[in-house]
């Protein structure tokens, strides 16, 4: 006997009939089986998935092999995730479902920096570093100046926003991507601006790169024609107390996959200037920079939460 029993439908559960599953009512008959869910959004979600899939499914008339590789290929796309590479986010980047969620979720409009994807190589608790430290920690590439300010809407310097910024290596890959052959948190770091909402700090002009495409999401986009490469960037998590934090790129201008990126990525506003350092740049640790990338992010102020209504 099995140790457990399923759970007895609500009061209520499933009473309307609706006849025997069928390809005409099928979406029907699978949402009246959720009729006792507790969770009115999961429900909602749920019904708008199967009534989308099923009606997909008919659209192209699926066959048995089609269907059966579909869940292969999930399977194998679950099998590939690890501690530091998560092929689902991957996927979802490319079939640009990140990118409509996040615009969705994030149209705050009044001029304040835009957000995209996270991107699947973000890792938590990046090291602190002072204002004008490098990020590079392997000295390989151009060194540039990336400055800038945090301010709110109206251009008012917020102090000590932090800023979680990373990127890939000259090469195209991520730290967590090369573990012993990169230095651990190499082009990493967080930073707390100053009193004016200033930040500085040195890193390398990041270049174009492929997202990683030698498992399931990468053998789907050659099936599809589409190339794999992500336009050259610096990733950015902003954040300051009172304020929506935004999580960001800066692109590169003049990268030649700008209007193609295979995330969907690229927002207008988002790309910076890249130019020649006029004035003399401190060395620190390594060579000093000749080129800078000065970037502004406008935060917009928390909303409060509604009252609460009196009882």
């Known amino acids: 006997m099995p140790s457990h029993t399923a759970p007895r439908p609500a009061s209520g559960a499933e009473s309307t009939p609706i006849g025997y599953f069928t390809a005409a009512n099928s979406a029907d008959v699978v949402i009246a089986r959720m009729e006792g869910c507790p969770d009115d959004r999961l429900k909602t979600i749920m019904s708008a998935l199967v ?18 590789a579909a869940i292969d290929f999930l399977t194998r796309t679950g099998q590939i995730c690890s501690d530091w590479r998560q092929e689902f986010i991957l996927l979802s980047d490319v079939l640009g479902a990140s990118m409509l969620v996040d615009a969705i979720n994030h149209d705050k409009g009044g001029g304040t920096t835009e957000s995209t994807v996270l991107g699947p190589f973000h890792v938590e608790n990046a090291p602190r570093r002072a204002l004008g430290d490098s990020i590079c920690l392997d000295g390989i590439g151009e060194p540039v100046l990336v400055r800038g300010r945090v301010t709110d809407e109206a251009g008012r310097p917020i102090p000590h926003a932090l800023l979680d910024v990373w990127q890939a290596n000259g090469d195209g890959f991520y730290d967590v991507q090369q573990q012993g052959l990169q230095p651990e948190m190499n082009l990493r770091g967080l930073f707390e601006a100053d009193d004016e909402g200033r930040f500085w700090f040195r890193s390398i002009v990041p270049q174009y790169y492929a997202i990683p495409h030698d498992g399931p999401v ?45 995330v969907f990525g690229v927002k207008e506003s988002l790309i910076a200037t890249l130019r020649d350092l006029d004035e003399p740049a401190a060395a620190g640790a390594g060579e000093a920079p000749k080129r800078v990338v000065e970037w502004d992010f406008r935060l917009m ?10 009882s």
Do not use: C, N, Q
């Open 218 to 262: 990468g053998r789907l986009l050659i099936a599809l024609g589409r190339h794999p490469y992500r336009p050259a960037h610096i990733h950015f998590i902003v954040a300051a107390d009172g304020y929506e934090p935004v999580t960001t790129h800066i692109f590169m201008p003049g990268d030649p996959y700008l209007e193609s990126d295979a």
């Open 51 to 68: 009534r989308h899939l099923h009606a997909a499914i008919k659209e192209v008339e699926l066959t048995t092999e089609e269907w059966a």
């Open 301 to 310: 102020r928390r909303r409060a939460a509604p009252a609460e209504p009196l």
